[in-house]
T-cell receptor
């Protein structure tokens, strides 16, 4: 596959459960971003990786949110003790370089519903 | 904090019309600006990327302009088609991570 892939595409969790969302970026892409998109809104930045290093996590809404990219390719966004306000689409994007001159390519997203 | 505004929020036009979507941003210290389309239930498809040093980019029937000093960008769609119906998002790249800050989008409907 040439694009960014995400799994699962849909996730329903009961309040209080932990969830893990996976992102497979385009092969060779150095930069990886996570965004959260609420219904009817544009995506909002959560966190950024350059290879395996998490260089910016200023957008993570609480310490229940945790992201990792241990080998510099696949990334996982984990949400602990989910709450209803966590319901959103979680988008992953990757780009080739690190200087901001490169397009970000987005995956299809994971729609999380917390009941 | 960067804020991005898109006007109008929704637009409905008959097939064949040329149209302009507007985007404004509050902080001119940007690296680039990207226009995306999003179909219902789908991810974002990149349409055009304009670097901060550029004034415009063209791809097929699409033309995007950037005026960094005034904090504005426009997306021009020529000869619109029903297949152009989607939500169009404007995003500016900035900050330490070069992350994108998005507007809320313009929902476009092209009527056959």
């Amino acid at each position: 596959g040439a694009g960014v892939s995400q799994s699962p595409r849909y996730k329903v969790a009961k309040r209080g459960q932990d969830v893990a969302l996976r992102c497979d970026p385009i092969s060779g892409h150095v930069s990886l971003f996570w965004y959260q998109q609420a219904l009817g809104q544009g995506p909002e930045f959560l966190t950024y990786f350059q290879n395996e290093a998490q260089l910016d996590k200023s957008g993570l809404p609480s310490d229940r949110f945790f992201a990792e990219r241990p080998e510099g390719s696949v990334s996982t966004l984990k949400i602990q003790r989910t709450q209803q306000e966590d319901s959103a689409v979680y988008l992953c994007a990757s780009s080739l370089g690190v200087l901001g001159f490169y397009e970000q390519y987005f995956g299809p997203g994971t729609r999380l519903t917390v009941t | 904090k960067q804020e991005v505004t898109q006007i109008p929020a929704a637009l409905s036009v008959p097939e064949g019309e040329n149209l302009v979507l507007n985007c404004s941003f509050t902080d001119s210290a940007i690296y680039n600006l990207q226009w995306f389309r999003q179909d219902p239930g789908k991810g974002l498809t990149s349409l055009l990327l304009i670097q901060s040093s550029q004034r415009e980019q063209t791809s097929g029937r699409l033309n995007a302009s950037l005026d960094k000093s005034s904090g504005r960008s426009t997306l021009y769609i020529a000869a619109s088609q029903p297949g152009d119906s989607a939500t169009y998002l404007c995003a500016v790249g900035g900050g330490s991570a070069r992350q994108l800050t998005f507007g809320s989008g313009t929902q476009l409907t092209v009527l056959p």
